[in-house]
């Protein structure tokens, strides 16, 4: 039944979004490919980074294991689906404005951390380690 779920989100994500999804192919989202790394934590989680492939696929990679996602970008939005334990959760990152930054908001906290791009310059400074 969770796999169900997981497979049923993951077909709705991939229909709603097939006009952006077919962005992600071209040169505007170039942007996001890559590995991107928790930068800046308010709430001091474990340091964890994000894959982000061309194909719509990827990871968010931390301590405690990997887990498998599916995004697409909605104009400054990142939308992710993860697979966590069989549950598809929804969690959405906004772009900065010069799309050097992901910034997740919590609800829960009202904590906005920041990840950058493995690439980026500005990673020796990050806060988190």
């Known amino acids: 039944m969770m796999l169900r779920n997981v497979i049923l989100s993951a077909v709705l994500f991939a229909g709603v979004g097939s006009a952006s999804a077919s962005d992600n192919s071209t040169g505007q989202a170039n942007w996001l490919i890559g590995t991107w790394v928790l930068c800046e934590d ?3 989680s474990p340091k964890d980074s994000m894959q982000f492939n061309a194909d719509g696929t990827g990871l968010s990679i931390r301590p405690k294991g990997n887990i498998e996602l599916l995004h697409r970008i909605v104009g400054d939005e990142v939308q992710i689906l993860a697979n966590a334990n069989g549950y598809a959760i929804p969690i959405k990152l906004k772009a900065s404005d ?5 910034l997740l908001h919590s609800e829960k906290t009202g904590s906005t951390s920041s990840y ?14």
Do not use: E, G, H, T
């Not at 010069?98 to 992901?102: G, P, V």
């Open 42 to 44: 308010p709430d001091q």
């Open 98 to 102: 010069s799309f050097d930054r992901l």
């Open 116 to 129: 950058i791009r493995v690439d980026n310059p500005a990673v020796k400074d990050c806060s988190v380690k």
